[in-house]
C-alpha cells in the first residue's frame, strides 16, 4: 500500500471512529453523522479497493461506484448488508447532513459490519 493509500485509508478509519462513538448516541444529531461517516466509509473504502486497482472514481453513489468496478473487472467483495441498503446508505451522503428531520435507526448503522469488511 503506498503512502498516498495509507492517508486515505486512515480517513477512513476516522470516519469509523465517530461511526463507532455516535451510533448509539441519544442525541438525534450525533446519530445523523453516525449515518453520515457510515455512508462516507463504505464510500471511501470501495474507492481505495478501486484506486489500489488502478481505478479512480467519482460520486457518492455506492450502487454506482459498484458498477464501475464491474465495468473495470474489478471485484470488490462487499457484505450482502451492504449491499442490499446501499440505496439507504448513498442517501446519507446528503441527508443526514442536510436535513434534520431524516430518521435514521440505530440498528440500519452496521458498524461492526463496515470494521470487519474495511478491515
Known amino acids: 500500500m503506498t ?12 470516519d ?3 461511526v463507532c462513538h455516535y ?3 441519544k442525541n438525534k444529531s450525533e446519530k445523523l453523522q453516525a449515518a453520515y461517516h457510515m455512508q ?21 453513489d455506492i450502487n454506482k461506484l ?6 473495470a473487472n474489478i471485484d470488490i467483495k462487499i457484505p ?12 446519507w451522503e446528503a ?11 440505530k440498528n440500519s448503522i452496521w458498524r461492526r459490519t463496515v470494521l470487519h469488511w474495511h478491515g
Open 3 to 14: 503512502k498516498d493509500e495509507k492517508a486515505y485509508k486512515a480517513l477512513i478509519m476516522a
Open 16 to 18: 469509523l471512529n465517530i
Open 23 to 25: 451510533t448509539d448516541s
Open 40 to 60: 462516507q466509509a463504505i464510500e471511501k473504502t470501495i474507492k481505495l479497493k478501486a484506486m489500489i486497482k488502478g481505478l479512480n472514481l467519482w460520486g457518492h
Open 66 to 71: 459498484l458498477s464501475a468496478c464491474m465495468k
Open 80 to 91: 450482502p448488508l451492504l449491499r442490499k441498503n446501499a440505496m439507504l446508505y448513498t442517501k
Open 95 to 105: 441527508s443526514c447532513r442536510y436535513a434534520p428531520a431524516t430518521i435514521v435507526n
